[in-house]
């Protein structure tokens, strides 16, 4: 399916999120679904050149329906989304396993067409931050000018990235504004959905549109996540040990007026263990 540009689109901004290795707790992607499921809108297209994916390692789901059993390949798939206030084109998919550098200048070249005002990439790391206590979100950009307007951190981390840097970057090189969302999620409970990551990053991500969102049922399940961790933790008195020194580190950083230099160097040793485990 070719790209579909829109006319007519409204002040749009873009929201990138790319499941796997860059998607603690799927906090991005699920951010991401939640705004197909509240906000109507059109698809425009999909990135599916099978060059791009490793099938063994990104392999097709087999769904069944009353019609029949039909596969789903893996694709990165882009829609607008219709806010009442402005558009935002979602770009949603598994990160790609090959050919990182085309793929990353074939979205380059779909975001030009789509001229928004900002690209956000979302993103998810597991970090020592505790469940108990509000999820930190780095607020990152490598435009000066980006940061200045949204007073952001700057992000001097070197090492590893996956997509969201590599298509980021390449959409600096030519002149496609762009920002970067990263939710800390605790390692301890890495598995998949993490409600209070998905709230943490929307609230950011209102602050860069410049939008209200609609949380719908998100805020409610996130304090049900956390209790149903409090109740578990409770029931191992070495990890409620763990997640105390957790709180108690939290708490100290917090008075100490820690700033986004604790979540970027979070991020560093986020990106290095999963090479390391890669």
Known sequence: ??????????????????????????????????????YLGNDLGVIDDERYFDFQHTRPMLNRTADGPWLE??????????????????????????????????LVDRMSKVNPEL???????????????????????????????????????SGPTGMTGVASQMMTLERIPTASLWVSVPHYVSTPPNPKAQDALLTELENLMGVELDHAEIPAEAVKWSEAVDELSQQDPEIAEYIGQLEEARDAEEVEGATGDTIAAELEKFLRRRVDDD
């Open 73 to 106: 390949w893996p694709a990165v798939r882009l829609r607008v989304v219709h806010h009442p206030v402005r558009d935002i084109v979602t770009v949603l998919g598994p990160e790609p396993n090959l050919l990182w550098r085309s793929f990353a200048r074939d």
């Open 119 to 157: 690209v956000v990439f979302l993103g998810g790391m597991l970090s020592d931050t505790p469940h108990s206590r509000p999820l930190p979100v780095g607020v990152f950009s490598s435009d000066p000018a980006i940061r200045q307007r949204f007073s952001m951190e700057v992000n001097d981390y």
């Open 1 to 38: 399916m070719q790209f579909v540009p829109l006319e007519g689109l409204n002040n749009p901004v873009a929201v990138v999120a790319f499941s796997g290795w860059n998607d603690a707790g799927d906090a991005a992607s699920d951010l991401v679904r939640h705004l197909h499921a509240t």
